[in-house]
């Protein structure tokens, strides 16, 4: 399979990436931020079969050409794409700044949403999208002081999920979205310090490999909840 996962720098989409590459036949390409994280990744895959491009999704729009071209010239299908990238600031919403709530939806909203764009001509059916949501914007979950426009972001990403479900079915393209609880990761341990986590990174991304390779084989347009502990 040919694989997109972006936010692979850290945590649970760079454990997602090991996971995915303990398959030979998987080809993968990993985005994110840091590069030095993503070589180092790359050089750790004893099958050869990651490699990575240097991509900021929150500044996605301004760079549209350039990562397009990247991946076309990499890929001329594309199975999986996994949007695993997030962004938070914690701080109470009348203390945001305009530029951190911005920072928060591009990277957490608009960034996947032009990914998804730019991916989906590469598609056809039985390729599947895969939005990794949060708890946080998960409809009637808890919520967090603190929180109010990264939970916005998320829950924004999972309805877009709903939406393209009903979009693309007709070319045989699946939707699915999993909204995440706690994890131990460094994103939860600044929204939540002090708490511990009942899951690894590693142990999470067990479960959304297998969920990017088989779930759509039972679900579409589905925002599912993956908890087992509040938050």
């Known amino acids: 399979m040919n694989i997109i996962i972006n936010g692979a ?17 998987n080809q993968i390409l990993v985005t ?24 900021d999704l929150s500044m996605l729009e301004k760079e549209m050409e350039i990562v397009k071209d990247q991946i076309y010239n990499r890929f001329s299908r594309i199975d999986i794409l996994i949007n695993m990238a997030g962004a938070i600031v914690v701080k109470d919403f009348m203390k945001l700044t305009s530029q951190e709530e911005r920072y928060m939806m591009e990277t957490n909203f608009f960034g996947p949403a032009g990914l998804i764009r730019l991916v989906v001509p590469l598609m ?26 990264y939970s916005a972001s998320k829950s924004a990403l999972a309805c877009l999920s709903e ?8 070319g045989g393209i699946s939707v699915n979205c999993l909204a995440l609880g706690s994890v131990q990761t460094e994103m939860f341990e600044a929204a939540f310090p002090g708490f511990k986590a009942p899951l690894t990174p590693s142990e999470m991304a067990e479960f959304i490999s297998y969920f990017a390779v088989n779930g759509n084989r039972f679900f579409n347009g589905k925002v599912l909840p993956v908890a087992v502990t509040n938050p």
Do not use: W
């Open 9 to 25: 720098s850290r945590g649970i989409g760079r454990e997602t990436a090991k996971y995915l590459a303990n398959y030979r036949d």
């Open 32 to 55: 994110g931020r840091d590069e030095s994280a993503l070589k180092e990744l790359e050089n750790e895959c004893i099958n050869e079969n990651i490699s990575y491009l240097k991509m």
């Open 124 to 149: 056809s059916k039985g390729s599947h999208i895969l939005n990794i949501s949060s708890m946080g914007g998960f409809q009637g979950s808890s919520k967090y002081k603190g929180l109010s426009v």
């Open 163 to 170: 939406c393209l479900a009903a979009e693309l079915s007709p």
